[in-house]
């Protein structure tokens, strides 16, 4: 029989972390996919901040994420803006209670915990875990959305981050975001 040993302990973590929202207090109000959404929001740059980028990344129907950023807008989670440049888009910015709520839930408390104890194998792990990551998401050709410092159009221009596929210069903090459009450093030809 195939060995599925490390197929269960992700699926075991994944279910405990979702118990663990689940039964969390400031979560009574939420649901899951609501969650997932601010989560992404919180981690993206400017490109993937849109109602397009939350449902590429959940993988999810459009339909279905509308009505989470509906409800996180009626909540007072999200505010939307117009772009700047095109105004039939929309992006999409956490609220400070919105921070706040995932300041106080990240990461899970068991987790942390765990990956302590751990100590320097919690770090060796979390790279294990990373190349696996690139791995899956080189052989199935879905999008990356990985960290800017790492993608292949990231440089520096006069000592700033700047997107060589945007050609627009990036802010310092734009290197620790995710972005739809990464593309893995790896992946040049
Ligand atoms: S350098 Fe890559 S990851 Fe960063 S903003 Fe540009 S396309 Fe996105």
Redesign the pocket.
Known sequence: MTDTTLFDLLERLSSLTRIWFRQHPLLAELQPIQLSALMYLARC?H?SNTPLGVTDYLGLTKGTVSQSLKALEAKGLIAKTQDARDKRSVHLALTDPARALLQALLPPDFLAAGEARMGERGVQLQGLLGELLREVQRSADVPSF???AS????RQVDGQPF????QEP?APA?AGLI?R???AAEVAA
């Open positions: 740059n490109y990985g960290l800017c993608c292949r159009f990231h997107c060589g596929l945007t990036l734009d972005c459009e990464h593309q």
